[in-house]
């Protein structure tokens, strides 16, 4: 079983910047792909971005390109979430999510089988 934990959440004015962190549990961190989605009110859960347990990265090019970036630090268990741009519509709950050990990057929810509680990230225009 895998506890994620997400942190970094706040609010912020349009234009600045936030780091989301999601700290794992567990031996198997090295080799899980990792992602990121948010769920604004009224709205469904959606995909942000994810990494994969090679590095590799996807994002959700319409809402997200090129304003956030996804890492990862095997060291410390932690996935970051380094969002800069921020506009108004970014603000939603923002939740961390695993999948099993050795499988690729994936958008999907369905696709991952962990969840983090979520961390609130407020955008003031």
């Known amino acids: 079983q895998v506890q994620l934990v997400e942190s970094g959440g706040g609010l912020v004015q349009a234009g600045g910047s936030l780091r989301l962190s999601c700290a794992a549990s567990g031996r198997t961190f090295s080799s899980t792909t990792m992602g990121w989605f948010r769920q604004a009110p009224g709205k469904e859960r959606e995909f942000v971005a994810a990494i994969s347990w090679t590095n590799a990265r996807t994002y959700d090019a319409d809402s997200v390109k090129g304003r956030f970036i996804i890492s990862r630090d095997n060291a410390k268990n932690t996935v970051y979430l380094q969002m800069n741009s921020l506009k108004p519509e970014d603000a939603a709950v923002y939740y961390c999510?695993?999948?099993?050990?050795?499988?690729?990057?994936?958008?999907?929810?369905?696709?991952?089988?962990?969840w983090g509680q979520g961390t609130q990230v407020t955008v003031s225009s």
């Open positions: 999510a695993a999948r099993k050990p050795l499988l690729p990057a994936a958008a999907t929810l369905t696709d991952y089988d962990y």
